[in-house]
T-cell receptor, first 113, second 111 residues
Framework: AQSVTQPDIHITVSEGASLELRCNYS??????LFWYVQSPGQGLQLLLK??????LVQGIKGFEAEFKRSQSSFNLRKPSVHWSDAAEYFC???????????FGTGTRLKVLA | DVKVTQSSRYLVKRTGEKVFLECVQD?????MFWYRQDPGLGLRLIYF???????EKGDIPEGYSVSREKKERFSLILESASTNQTSMYLC??????????FGAGTRLSVL
């Protein structure tokens, strides 16, 4: 069965530190992969996406993610975190042939000043 | 920019009431979705629609129905609201590029 795992429920980092949020997926074919961010009380905003090609993708707000097929991972990274990055982050897998996504359970990021 | 508008940010309803959550998009997208978001469970798909008057059940359709009479509008209906339907509800749309765009959400409390 298709699934998405975000193993870290909460992560706390200091402002200016680097960040890596983990995402592992289970899917039979090459997936479409997404990272979304949700600020408190808001909807989800797309950070970046991977469909094919270069496995390192750049997104908005200085985020990037790397698709590693051998590890079934799509981890999100940012070299220097800002206080405004505090939010909840969701990884999602899109299935080819449909427009449905499978979402992970999210990672809540706290940023210390 | 894609705009997905959910008619209410907050709703408070009584048990047994019929509840309508409305979602309108301005991008002519064929696909629309309703999700429920609960802490620790992520987003779970309730229903989606791939065309006018077409719908398909998602992972948790029990207690919900939907209506899509026009392409731009997708409604989620709770026929008889119950306390376990207290949650955050998110609407999304997707066009040809298979990217989902979300509304701001409706936080529903059922008392």
């Amino acid at each position: 069965a298709q699934s998405v795992t975000q193993p870290d429920i909460h992560i706390t980092v200091s402002e200016g530190a680097s960040l890596e949020l983990r995402c592992n997926y289970s899917y039979g074919a090459t997936p479409y992969l997404f990272w979304y961010v949700q600020s408190p009380g808001q909807g989800l905003q797309l950070l970046l996406k991977y469909f094919s090609g270069d496995t390192l993708v750049q997104g908005i707000k200085g985020f990037e993610a790397e698709f590693k097929r051998s590890q079934s991972s799509f981890n999100l990274r940012k070299p220097s975190v800002h206080w405004s990055d505090a939010a909840e982050y969701f990884c999602a897998v899109g299935t080819s042939g449909t427009y449905k996504y499978i979402f992970g359970t999210g990672t809540r990021l706290k940023v210390l000043a | 920019d894609v705009k997905v508008t959910q008619s209410s940010r907050y709703l408070v309803k009584r048990t047994g009431e019929k509840v309508f959550l409305e979602c309108v998009q301005d991008m002519d997208h064929e696909n629309m979705f309703w999700y429920r978001q609960d802490p620790g469970l992520g987003l779970r798909l309730i229903y989606f629609s791939y065309d006018v008057k077409m719908k398909e059940k998602g992972d948790i359709p029990e207690g919900y129905s939907v209506s899509r009479e026009k392409k731009e509008r997708f409604s989620l209906i709770l026929e008889s609201a119950s306390t376990n339907q207290t949650s955050m509800y998110l609407c999304a749309t997707a066009g040809a590029k298979n990217i989902q765009y979300f509304g701001a959400g409706t936080r529903l409390s059922v008392l």
